[in-house]
């Protein structure tokens, strides 16, 4: 039987490794924190996802919360205007549903399940040593440590991160007592030109359903304010004067919002990075990066984890499909570059063009949509397949051979 070492146990790691143990390989799983404490810990993500992201989860009976998380059956878009109003408004609804289950559910849940299924849990933060340890017992390793400090072992592929630096400032509140904004439940995104952005989703965590409240303030911005609040009831407080001063009519959702529990805030910034999808260690063995190791992308567009889950599919393929011969740096390089081609690559260059300011073509888009729901329908189901995305959204020419001549706009 071939054996296989996960390190880090967030989504990727460990839907990858409950999808090898269902093909029949042996599974170590090495993370630095045991379910209760990603239970009981702070939050971590939005984690909004769409319907074939969501049916990976499935394929591998992971979809624990199917019947109980709040259905996501839009996507609404917001554009402030320069008087301070909604100067664009348009909604559409997805092909198939998508949610978000907080991952101090999901994590937990899923580690469970993994040790249930025969994996072996090794709790501790793994270094470069326990690496080398975990690559001698094992015919691979993924190294699926999302944001943390192991992945710089992974060189960052210059070519492919355009942005050297952070390109928003995160906060994000989950929330009780928000009112609906319809009837139907979905995701509101809106956007403040030059200032920055906010979108809210309805969940499930900890302590039932609530809102998740994502803020992304261009850094330097108005909405980068985050600095100076050092509790949860400043936090909340810092939230709804956002809406209050940039989003108004969000904030008329928000009159009775409270936080959900005591770790229901998180602010942060990064620079989304691409790297190099195998590491050598001092050994000379090679390990294989996978999801945000090797992709990070900016929350802007909500890839991260759609992009986990699609990741995992692919390697558990590629794994699965190279029977017993060796794991070698040439299989390792073609098994990321065979995603990025098929998906990295427009999910990447997507999200770092959003964090960009829109283009004339983008600007005529979304001012279109509000008119045209081929336009908005497209829009929206390019969150479920981002391929979708191009070039239809960079490309006047494009666009208007796919709807017909666009308005001119310029903010
Ligand atoms: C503010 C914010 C909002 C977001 N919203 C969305 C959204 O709406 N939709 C969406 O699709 N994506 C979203 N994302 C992105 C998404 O959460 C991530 O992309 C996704 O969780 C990445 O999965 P992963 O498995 O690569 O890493 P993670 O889920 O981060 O897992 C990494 C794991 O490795 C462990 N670890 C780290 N270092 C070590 C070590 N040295 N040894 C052992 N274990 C280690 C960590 O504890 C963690 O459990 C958001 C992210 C942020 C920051």
Redesign the pocket.
């Known amino acids: 039987m071939l054996a296989i070492a996960i390190?880090?146990?967030?989504?990727?790691?460990?839907?990858l490794g409950i999808g090898l143990l269902q093909h029949g390989y042996a599974v170590t799983l090495?993370?630095?924190?045991t379910p209760e404490e990603?239970r009981t810990g702070r939050i971590?993500?939005?984690?909004?996802?769409q319907h074939s992201?969501l049916q990976h989860e499935r394929d591998l009976g992971l979809g624990f919360w199917d019947d109980v998380a709040p259905r996501h059956d839009f996507i609404a878009f917001g554009l402030r205007g320069e008087d301070g109003g909604r100067a664009v408004s348009w909604q559409a609804r997805v092909a198939r549903p998508g949610n978000?289950v907080c991952?101090r559910l999901k994590?937990p849940r899923w580690t469970d399940e993994l040790v249930r299924q025969g994996g072996v849990l090794e709790i501790?933060?793994?270094?470069i040593a326990?690496l080398e340890r975990l690559a001698r017992r094992h015919d691979l390793v993924v190294v699926?440590?999302?944001?943390?400090?192991?992945?710089r072992l992974f060189p960052r592929d210059a070519a492919r991160s355009p942005h050297a630096r952070p390109m928003r400032a995160?906060?994000?509140t989950y929330v009780a007592g928000m009112a609906p904004a319809r009837p139907e439940r979905g995701v509101n995104f809106n956007a403040a030109p030059k200032i920055g952005e906010y979108?809210v989703?309805p969940a499930i965590t900890t302590t039932g359903a609530c809102e998740?409240m994502?803020f992304e303030g261009l850094p330097g911005g108005p909405m980068d304010c985050w600095d100076d609040v050092t509790t949860p009831a400043q936090h909340l407080a810092r939230s709804k004067a956002i809406l209050e001063r940039f989003f108004p009519w969000e904030a008329a959702r928000c009159r009775h919002i409270e936080l959900t529990d005591e770790n229901a805030t998180?602010t942060?910034r990064?620079p989304p990075t691409v790297r190099e999808p195998v590491a050598t260690l001092p050994s000379g063995r090679a390990v294989l990066g996978?999801?945000?190791?090797v992709m990070?992308?900016d929350?802007l567009t909500?890839?991260?984890?759609?992009?986990?889950s699609k990741?995992?599919a692919h390697y558990l393929d590629r794994i699965c499909a190279r029977g017993t011969a060796p794991f070698d740096r040439v299989w390792m390089r073609e098994t990321f570059e065979t995603y990025w081609a098929a998906r990295g690559r427009m999910i990447t260059e997507w999200a770092n063009r959003m964090l960009e300011p829109p283009t004339p073509v983008m600007q005529a888009i979304v001012h279109a949509a509000e008119h045209d729901a081929r336009i908005a329908a497209h829009f929206v189901g390019c969150f479920d397949d981002p391929t979708g995305v191009h070039p239809w959204l960079f490309d006047r020419a494009a666009a208007e051979a796919m709807f017909g001549p666009l308005p001119d706009v310029a903010h």
Request: no cysteine; proline share 2%.
């Open positions: 390190v880090g146990g967030g989504h990727a790691g460990l839907q090495a993370t630095d924190r990603v971590l993500s939005s984690q909004g996802m992201a978000s991952q994590i501790g933060a793994v270094d326990a699926a440590t999302g944001k943390g400090e192991l992945g995160l906060a994000l979108f989703m998740i994502v998180m942060g990064f996978i999801a945000d190791v990070l992308n929350p909500g890839r991260g984890s759609n992009n986990a990741y995992a």
